[in-house]
């Protein structure tokens, strides 16, 4: 026995330092190294299988390592384009997820305020009844972490089952600002290029946006090119001093929201200076105006009044709104008026949870298309996102309350009558009013149900709302008084969204299910069930067919396409109906291979169009538009629009917008003048509060908290305090506070001069301890376009306790 | 016993000192592997998971250590003190 373990240790050792070794050696030869070779560990008894790192929307591929049922390793998955076998912190934890001691592991029902344990079946009997007795009060609200078949599910369940196209995800709360910036410019979601950019890129500017601890990976990708001596800079514009600050060449701190009136004064500089690329525009873009504060697509304008309207954010005016001087807005200008240079810009909450998230969006498109700083490699805007299927399941597969597959809209009667044919449902099926935004759903749970439109019931599946929503006094708490309304939650461990919950079903996660990923570069990722998931629980995928088929059952109209059949009829090969509601016969069959498949009808509709499946087990991912070549050969595509890379553009057209807005083939360059914030500081509420992430921990903490190395390094939250304003304040580190908005307050320890720092009058909370909420202080004010609420600027008052 | 290997990436002004290489050999739980660039392989071999976690961070914030990046985790269970046995007896 000893003798085995000695053996088992070396050969651990062994495989580890190979492992390591590889990478070093592959790594310090070139960032952009190509990605070969299996090379995994040789280890006994393991058996290894890829899948996309669990966390970010970065979407590292590892390599998992399962000995007896059970996750016993993680490596860098070396044949991944995204990580080239390297993983950040969080990945390192990521098999540990799966193993905290109060997994959830039988459904439960609150019986008299007590939740009691009881049957997957009569979970799912309560399910159907509870949709039954009022389908239009029924919602489902979703997730940028489920899988793409599962997203899938959900959104056919309610567009086409329920019909009341109320499904929404917390993606709403994280990216929807993007989407809609997309939209408007380029008349199609999602970015044109990807990660790659990083190692083509002169200048990196981040937009608000904390790189080095939000995606460690890319931000090595562009650290190792700057240890190697290559020519490049990085510019952080940001609110506060972080992590990423310490190495940017230079620091741009900025005032809240004022990155509008920055990027129209570069655009403003590009043109009075005559920078701009004459050529790209004239060619390529269109120029739109505001004609509302809520207009996606704006109105047609001349180049001649776009000037007119960008002309007074001059760096003057701009310097005192900013709070940049007239030379950093100066250089600015200059920067993005060279042409011999390629600048990536990328952003993430910073410009996404904005109150003008689209506006800021289409403004940072618009100097990147004014100076033509667009569509080479290493330089162009990019978004990126921060759950592993953001992209894939929210915006693909569009879990928006108004969207269908396939980048497709339930209000567009062509839209909805090619979803009708594609599931087989009869005509006039689709719902062609869009269902409640996240905003507005919960504040109609959250409402008596007498009220007209309320809604009465919520399905939760993989998120956790009673955390992540703002201003959660209004949004969440409501519900405990409120008796007539019931809400579901599946989810792998107690939150604080379970605590209200009435039905509670376990749910299996990550390498315990089937699955498919859509990260921020259009890569779709699939991977293999590799472990039994604990107790009872089961897939969210499967939780949503077995209710689906209840209601069938019962005789539910919604559930039927128009041949009769139940909506979610698949065959196999032989014909034979797949029994995709029956647990016991889940795995009998790949149902995520069915439903993908199904799916990707709808992908080439926009030209989305995804790798089959069975490419997709193959590779590390693949970027969508995916095509055969005249070899039979399925090929990505690293650069949408971009002659040479994307197959769609025609060829001699160089760049071809082909969803443009005006049908031109045209991107749009957006005017969209500065407004500012909804709250601000003031007399009675003297600070801002900037709310985010930290390294340690994804998100609300749900995971990374069970995680004990993880929760021992970051155990809670804490408030980040200015070192002046704390001196003032007589605040030492440690010390309680109490903060207060016009919506809550919260005790929480002070941090001064901690792992970053903030300005004078700013104050900093992360999210991701459910036992302080800083969701309680927050604004629900959101974009009017995108409906993506401000987590970022509210006004608070600060004051020590005792 | 946890055991992870990792790779350091130096700071690149400081690529060319080889003491970080004489400070991580010394340490009982770190087998240092070969250099490559900036770039240096090493093996963890910790206790527990919040060691593991605790050196990462050590390591971290060593003077000319850039980041640390995870090239491999595994988290079976290796009893130490058998493990020291057999390696006494060898």
């Not at chain 1, 809209?409 to 269902?435: C, D, Y």
């Not at chain 1, 919520?458 to 007539?484: A, M």
């Amino acid at each position: 026995m000893k003798n085995q373990q000695a053996d088992r240790r070396f050969f651990l050792k062994t495989a580890a330092m190979a492992a390591a070794t590889a990478l070093a050696a592959g790594v310090a030869r070139s960032a952009s190294t190509t990605p070969g070779g299996d090379a995994l560990p040789v280890l006994q008894d393991v058996e290894w299988n890829k899948a996309p790192c669990r966390f970010c929307g970065t979407g590292c591929h590892v390599q998992v390592g399962v000995k007896d049922g059970k996750v016993v390793a993680v490596t860098g998955d070396r044949k991944a384009d995204v990580n080239k076998g390297l993983l950040c912190v969080k990945g390192y934890h990521v098999g540990m997820i799966l193993y905290g001691e109060d997994r959830l592991t039988q459904p439960q029902l609150r019986v008299n305020g007590k939740l009691e344990p009881i049957s997957w079946d009569k979970a799912i009997q309560i399910i159907s009844e509870r949709i039954q007795k009022s389908p239009e009060k029924f919602a489902i609200y979703g997730s940028g972490q489920w899988t793409i078949p599962e997203g899938y599910v959900a959104n056919k369940f309610i567009k086409a089952g329920i019909t009341n196209n109320m499904i929404d995800p917390n993606a709403r709360l994280c990216m929807a600002s993007a989407v809609t910036g997309y939209i408007g410019t380029y008349g199609v979601d999602e970015p044109y290029n990807g990660f790659s950019d990083l190692d083509h890129a002169d200048c990196v500017i981040l937009w608000g946006n904390n790189l080095s601890e939000m995606h460690p990976i890319l931000f090595s990708r562009y650290m190792d090119r700057k240890i190697r001596g290559e020519k490049i800079s990085l510019v952080d514009m940001t609110t506060r001093w972080t992590r990423t600050s310490q190495m940017a060449d230079h620091v741009l701190m900025m005032q809240p929201q004022s990155d509008m009136a920055i990027a129209n004064c570069i655009a403003n500089q590009l043109i009075a200076n005559k920078t701009y690329s004459r050529e790209f525009v004239e060619k390529y873009c269109n120029f739109r105006g505001p004609d509302g504060p809520a207009s996606l697509k704006g109105v047609p304008i001349s180049f001649d009044e776009y000037q007119a309207l960008v002309a007074e954010y001059t760096p003057e005016k701009v310097s005192k709104v900013s709070g940049l001087s007239v030379e950093e807005l100066t250089w600015l200008g200059k920067l993005f008026g060279n042409p011999d240079i390629k600048i990536t810009s990328l952003w993430c909450m910073g410009m996404n949870q904005h109150t003008q998230g689209t506006a800021i969006n289409n403004l940072v498109h618009a100097i990147h298309l004014l100076s033509g700083h667009w569509g080479k490699p290493g330089d162009g805007p990019q978004s990126l996102t921060g759950q592993p299927s953001a992209c894939g399941t929210v915006r693909e597969v569009g879990t928006l309350a108004h969207a269908l597959p396939g980048g497709l809209l339930v209000a567009n009667p062509e839209h909805a009558a090619k979803v009708e044919e594609l599931w087989g449902l009869p005509q006039g099926r689709i719902n062609p009013k869009p269902g409640y935004h996240t905003v507005q759903m919960w504040e109609k749970f959250c409402s008596p149900s007498e009220e007209k439109d309320s809604i009465d019931t919520i399905w939760v599946q993989v998120t956790n709302p009673g955390q992540t929503l703002p201003n959660l006094h209004k949004l969440f708490d409501p519900k405990e008084k409120l008796k007539n309304k019931f809400l579901i939650v599946s989810d792998v461990y107690p939150t604080a969204t379970t605590k209200l919950a009435d039905l509670i079903l376990p749910s299996a996660m990550w390498v315990e299910k089937n699955g498919v990923f859509g990260n921020s570069e259009r890569r779709t990722q699939q991977w293999f069930k590799m472990v039994q998931p604990p107790g009872e629980a089961r897939d969210d995928c499967w939780q949503t067919l077995a209710v689906a088929h209840q209601l069938f059952l019962d005789g539910f109209a919604g559930m039927k396409k128009k041949d009769g059949s139940f909506l979610f009829h698949f065959e196999d090969k032989n014909g034979k109906t797949v029994p995709v509601w029956d647990w016991e016969k889940y795995y009998d069959y790949n149902v995520d291979e069915f439903l993908f498949e199904e799916y990707r009808q709808f992908t080439t509709i926009k030209h989305k169009n995804v790798a089959p499946y069975q490419e997709l087990v193959k590779a590390r991912g693949m970027r969508w538009p995916v095509t055969q070549d005249k070899n039979g050969v399925w090929r990505d595509t690293a650069y949408r629009f971009v002659e040479g890379f994307d197959p769609f553009v025609e060829q001699g057209k160089k760049f071809q917008f082909y969803h443009s807005t005006t049908g031109d083939d045209r991107a749009m360059i957006f005017f969209r003048p500065y407004v500012p914030p909804p709250e601000m500081p003031d007399d009675e509420y003297p600070f801002w509060l900037d709310t985010g992430r930290v390294l340690e921990h994804w998100h609300s903490g749900t995971m990374t908290m069970r995680v004990p190395p993880l929760r021992k390094a970051m155990p809670s939250a804490y408030v980040e305090v200015n070192n002046e304003d704390a001196r003032k304040l007589g605040i030492r580190t440690g010390d309680k506070v109490k903060l207060e908005t016009r919506r809550g307050e919260l005790q929480l320890n002070a941090w001064i001069d901690g792992r970053a720092s903030c300005p004078p009058g700013h104050l900093f909370v992360p999210f991701f301890d459910e036992n302080l909420l800083i969701n309680q202080l927050t604004l629900e004010a959101h974009c009017p376009i995108s409906k993506q609420p401000d987590y970022k600027k509210c006004a608070v008052r600060i004051s020590k306790v005792g | 016993m946890k055991i992870s290997s990792m790779v350091i990436t130096l700071d690149g002004n400081v690529a060319e000192i080889s003491s970080i290489e004489e400070i991580l050999a010394e340490i009982s739980c770190i087998e240092v592997g070969q250099r490559h660039g900036c770039k240096i392989p090493i093996v963890l071999e910790a206790e527990n998971e919040s060691n593991s976690r605790d050196w990462f961070h050590r390591i971290s914030q060593f003077p000319g250590v850039f980041k640390v990046e995870v090239a491999f985790v595994s988290f079976e269970d290796l009893n130490p003190v058998e493990c020291q046995e057999v390696e006494s007896q060898e």
